[in-house]
């Protein structure tokens, strides 16, 4: 089974989904926000507690695959810290990669120019995210991943940055 | 279909032919006849005595994967089979068995209110075909087995 869900099942999202960090509710979250899958049933809330424009901790509550678990525990990660600016930077950046095509990696040789003109120059970086771009080869497997995010998104949609 | 066509403008044939577009499906035509004819040559009797052998088979192949509950008990049961498996989500088995060419269907299968009534969230789903076969059925068992081992 390894070689088959190696690239897609990476150990550390195996062993988010299995034991997340940051599962359950807060107390009193300043912001909530919900996403639903209809066609799986699956489901992630999100209670965030605000402090000033900052993110100071997110607790998730997720029935859905393996995916969606981890998805929603790193982006509880992440985000904890985070300005309510740099949340909606560090999504834009995520859901561009699930859309990036077959890419060649960055290599040392490319030339200053072309780093000038990178789309993502200047963005946050993915940090615990990362193992989750392998999604992108996966098409079927992209909504699993943005389910937190559609939840994130509802429970910023109010809040004026 | 069009009566005439310029680069200044275009005329339409008289209804019904001006809604009807290109090219008729003449390929699949063809091909659903040649289908017609392949299933008709081995018999619905056979297909179905086919079906309801693999069935059987797969029932018992599944019930020795650790973990795996079979939906519903029915008495008469065509060549599909509903089934979850504790602690591994069917989307996350709908894409690894589909790594080890096994095409399955895996969710709410358009039926939320059946869902709800049984108390699941979702479920994966492998029916069986007349060019399916015990080789089939043994590698879904084989999978399954490994995929419960994965995540487990």
């Known amino acids: 089974m390894n070689s088959l869900a190696q690239d897609l099942y990476d150990r550390q999202i195996v062993e988010r989904a299995r034991n997340p960090l940051h599962a359950g509710d807060l107390p009193e979250p300043d912001l909530q926000g919900e996403g639903r899958n209809p ?9 965030i507690a605000l402090q000033g ?8 509550r997720t029935r859905g695959c393996a995916l969606c678990t981890a998805a929603a525990d790193m982006l509880a990660e992440r985000l904890s810290g985070c300005s309510v600016e740099e949340a909606r930077a560090v999504g ?13 990696a960055q290599t040392i040789v490319q030339g200053a120019e072309e780093q000038r003109n990178d789309p993502l120059e200047g963005m946050p970086s993915l940090g615990v995210m ?19 995010w559609v939840a994130l998104k509802e429970a910023l949609a109010h809040v004026r940055v | 279909m069009i009566s005439s066509v310029t680069f200044e403008k275009s005329t339409w044939a ?17 091909g659903l006849g040649a289908a017609i004819r392949w299933v008709e040559s ?30 519903g008990a029915p008495k008469q049961r065509g060549g599909v089979i509903s089934f979850t498996m504790a602690d591994v989500h069917p989307h996350d088995i709908a894409t690894l068995l589909d790594r080890n060419g096994i095409a399955v269907r895996a969710g709410q299968h358009c039926a939320e209110p059946l869902m709800r009534r049984l108390g699941l969230h ?11 076969d015990t080789n089939d059925i043994d590698a879904l068992a084989e999978t399954l087995v490994r995929i419960r081992d994965f995540f487990v």
């Open chain 2, 42 to 71: 081995i018999g619905f009797d056979a297909i179905e005595a086919h079906e309801q052998a693999l069935t059987t088979y797969a029932l018992e192949k599944l019930a020795t994967v650790p973990g795996l509950r079979v939906v």
């Open chain 2, 122 to 132: 979702a479920t994966t789903r492998a029916s069986f075909g007349v060019y399916t």
């Open chain 1, 53 to 60: 424009h900052h993110i100071s901790q997110i607790r998730h």
């Open chain 1, 130 to 148: 990362e193992p989750l771009t392998a999604v992108r080869f996966h098409k079927a497997r992209i909504r699993c991943v943005e389910l937190p």
């Open chain 1, 39 to 47: 066609l799986c049933g699956d489901r992630t809330r999100l209670d």
């Open chain 1, 92 to 104: 834009a950046r995520f859901s561009a990669m699930l859309v990036a095509q077959d890419a060649p």
């Open chain 2, 14 to 30: 008289n209804t019904p032919h001006k809604f009807e577009a290109g090219t008729p499906a003449i390929v699949e035509t063809l």
